[in-house]
């Protein structure tokens, strides 16, 4: 029986890779022209809490960021060679691309795109 998307693990080496860059600093800016603070309170095989001023005032704290939104963004720069903020939200349903597309820029195989839109390239 598969797993509820809200279960699906992180995909082990992005896993990993999000421990250590988590432990490095816990604060991943967002990648747009006004960069806001996404800060990661807690880091589980299944999601990420994040920590905005925006979740301060909604819920007084973090909101979880499930597992499968990184794992569907990992996967999509690992095959095409790149994916933005704007794919994730509109094609992939990612409703919280920008702090997916701020973590994952800071990971070693991935940079950010210069320019104006937020994209991401595989290296």
Do not use: Y
Not at 65 to 82: E, T, V
Not at 83 to 110: G, K, M, T, Y
Request: net charge positive.
């Amino acid at each position: 029986m598969a797993a509820e998307p809200s279960e699906e693990p992180f995909e082990p080496g992005l896993f990993k890779a999000l421990r250590i860059e988590v432990r490095r600093n816990p604060v991943f800016l967002t990648l747009g022209p006004a960069p806001k603070e996404n800060r990661v309170v807690d880091l589980s095989p299944v999601e990420i809490h994040v920590q905005t001023a925006r979740s301060r005032l909604r819920i007084g704290g973090a909101e979880a960021i499930p597992a499968w939104m990184f794992n569907l963004a990992w996967d999509r720069l690992r095959i095409h060679g790149s994916i933005s903020n704007v794919e994730l939200l509109e094609d992939l349903r990612v409703h919280r691309s920008s702090a997916v597309c701020a973590i994952l820029a800071r990971l070693p195989p991935v940079e950010r795109v210069p320019g104006r839109e937020i994209r991401l390239r595989w290296r």
